[in-house]
């Protein structure tokens, strides 16, 4: 019989639920399960509701699902919250010097630091945490070894009587957990005959822009971009990165620009709020033609917003911001392994094409934590496209070329006068009040489009090609679709998804192809507007026949989005 498992373990914020999320989720897939770990958290530092979903099973998962097989409670407020999610065959596991009521017709285990650690009542937190994870497996029927593994690898620095007493517990918590009966076993799962990896969408970026030759990154804390710069700057270090946190947003992209003008392969981010700050400076990308990734990690607005939720309200944004018309790329990974490869790619289109590229991400995709195999992670190639050796004419470095792409050489690397302006400029860099030059040079820079848009696709597929209905989505919304499109399939409902990774350049054949003999489109986004789909009726004049538009702040489940389509399949 097939695994399908939820795990939710939720509690205020400081109590330890993340403590008990990522050992357990890697005990796990260590034994040879496919993990999916998922957050949500609110915008502050201590309280709050906070609760972790760790999907498992004997297949690869690429959503989170509804409905809760096992809570883990540190609260009663986790208990009274998530009762109505509890599904028939569930069990609560909880800390019962927090929770004191909990339903009675639902199995229970009840955990003390008494029991978990006799005589060390003082150390609850340990004992709850480390004994749940154990409970957990044990009631699962799994390995204790993986877990135990990890303790002493996570604990090590702490000394022996920490790593002591965490595997005491956890110990303790999965012989009280075997003791119980329960619906799920993973008795039969072996450990996978290859490593896999437990990474979410940001991690993968970062090791994306380390493998593309990332030299600088700047940035200022924002929820959800943090996590990318932090990612980043945990291994600068080893790969010579410089890292700047800068005072602001303005600071942060003009420090990326200053960078790529020398030469420095650079990347900025930031969230909707922090990129309003930036808008400027892109501009002043645009016309120096410097190269530059920017990651805008999507979140609600306007304004501040839900800070810590998910969004894709800001495509139209990172399309039209910046004075009058520029070229730029945008893309939107789905997975952790899109969102390595795309960071490379984005740093090899910056610099060939000497332009911004943009990357979407949001919440859901920069924290959920997917399985992936090392296989899906290729060797990247860096492309620097700089010119180098002497120049057989006078240097111009705004030179007119049919593509628009002009020679790129670096300031003080070699005798040509390097010269750039901020203004219209002609070709060898200075300011210039011809409207002839002016016309002449702003076509220049956009022809890059052209070149642009044959490099981009992007798109995923999946489900029957020839169904007549089609859900088509973008960036984070891939897994909850391409499960969606499997159940309909098992449903014996035939149909297809159409993801974009690649979303500007718009690529018109390619999407034109992917969507050829559909008679009814769905179109599938967290925003109010259907951004994706005015976008997408602007360059093909393809319209949806049915938009499916969430932006409540939490992502689509395949369950809700089975719920929308009901009334129109």
């Known amino acids: 019989m097939p695994i399908d498992l939820n795990i939710l373990i939720g509690g205020t914020a400081g109590q330890g639920v993340h403590s008990i999320t990522a050992p ?8 040879g399960c496919w993990v999916l770990a998922a957050q949500s958290y609110e915008s502050r530092i201590r309280g709050g509701h906070l609760f972790n979903t760790v999907r498992v099973a004997d297949q690869r998962l690429v959503s989170s699902r509804e ?23 569930g069990l609560i596991i909880y800390d019962a010097s927090e929770v004191k009521q909990v339903p009675g017709d639902i199995p229970a285990l009840a955990l003390t630091p008494e029991s978990l650690l006799p005589g060390a009542a003082g150390k609850a937190e340990i004992a709850v945490n480390a004994g749940a994870c154990g409970a957990a497996l044990g009631l699962l029927r799994a390995s204790l070894d993986p877990l135990i593994a990890l303790l002493k690898e996570t604990f090590g620095d702490k000394g022996s009587e920490v790593v002591e007493w965490n595997v005491q517990a956890a110990t303790r918590g999965y012989e009280q957990g075997a003791g119980l009966k329960f619906s799920f076993s993973l008795a039969g799962i072996t450990p996978p005959p290859g490593p896999r990896l437990l990474i979410n969408g940001h991690e993968a970026m970062a090791l994306g822009a380390l493998a593309g030759g990332l030299q600088f990154i700047s940035g200022y804390p924002m929820t959800p971009w943090t996590s990318l710069l932090n990612a980043v700057a945990q291994r600068a270090p080893r790969y010579n990165v410089v890292v700047e946190q800068a005072e602001d947003e303005i600071a942060a992209i003009n ?48 304004s501040t917003g839900l800070p810590t939720r998910t969004s894709q309200g800001d495509l139209g944004f990172v399309l039209y911001a910046g004075q009058d018309d520029s070229p730029r790329a945008v893309l939107a990974p789905g997975t952790p392994a899109q969102g390595f490869t795309l960071m490379a790619k984005a740093l090899n289109l910056a610099d060939r094409y000497q ?25 990247i190639q860096v492309d620097r496209a700089l010119t180098t050796g ?9 030179a007119y070329t049919p593509d628009g792409v002009s020679p790129r050489r670096l300031p003080g690397f070699g005798p040509e006068l390097v010269v750039a302006d901020s203004d219209e400029h002609t070709p060898d860099g200075h300011l210039t009040e011809d ?33 007549p209905l089609t859900l088509m989505c973008w960036g984070s919304s ?20 159409v993801h974009l990774s690649e979303l500007w350049p718009f690529p018109q054949a390619a999407v034109a192809a992917a969507l050829k003999g559909s008679k009814k489109l769905v179109l599938v986004e967290m925003n109010a507007s259907g951004q994706l789909n005015r976008l997408l009726r602007q360059e093909t004049g393809i319209k949806a026949d049915h938009l499916m538009l969430k932006y409540d702040g939490a992502p689509f489940t395949p369950e809700y989005i089975l719920r929308d389509l009901a009334p129109v399949i």
């Not at 409905?67 to 065959?89: C, F, K, M, W």
């Not at 332009?355 to 060797?379: I, N, S």
């Not at 891939?478 to 998804?497: H, I, W």
């Open 435 to 467: 409207l002839e030059v002016r016309v002449k040079m702003h076509d220049k820079r956009l022809r890059k489009l052209q070149a642009l848009e044959q490099e981009l696709g992007g798109i995923t597929t999946a489900g029957d090609p020839d169904a």
């Open 67 to 89: 409905g809760v097989d096992l809570l883990i409670a540190l609260n009663q407020e986790t208990v009274d919250l998530h009762r109505p999610e509890i599904l028939s065959q």
């Open 255 to 302: 420090l990326a620009l200053g960078a790529s003008y020398t030469g420095a392969r650079s990347l900025t981010g930031t969230s909707g709020g922090g990129f309003c700050l930036m808008t400027e400076a892109l501009g002043l990308a645009a016309m120096t033609e410097t190269p530059l990734v920017i990651v805008m990690s999507m979140r609600p607005g306007p």
């Open 355 to 379: 332009v911004p590229v943009f990357l979407l991400t949001d919440q859901y995709f920069a924290d959920t934590q997917f399985t992936q195999l090392p296989g899906e992670f290729p060797e």
């Open 478 to 497: 891939l897994g909850p679709v391409q499960e969606a499109v499997a159940l309909l399939k098992a449903d014996q409902t035939p149909a297809r998804m």
């Open 24 to 31: 357990l989720a890697k005990a796990l897939m260590r034994q």
């Open 390 to 398: 002497p120049a057989a004419t006078p240097y111009e470095r705004y």
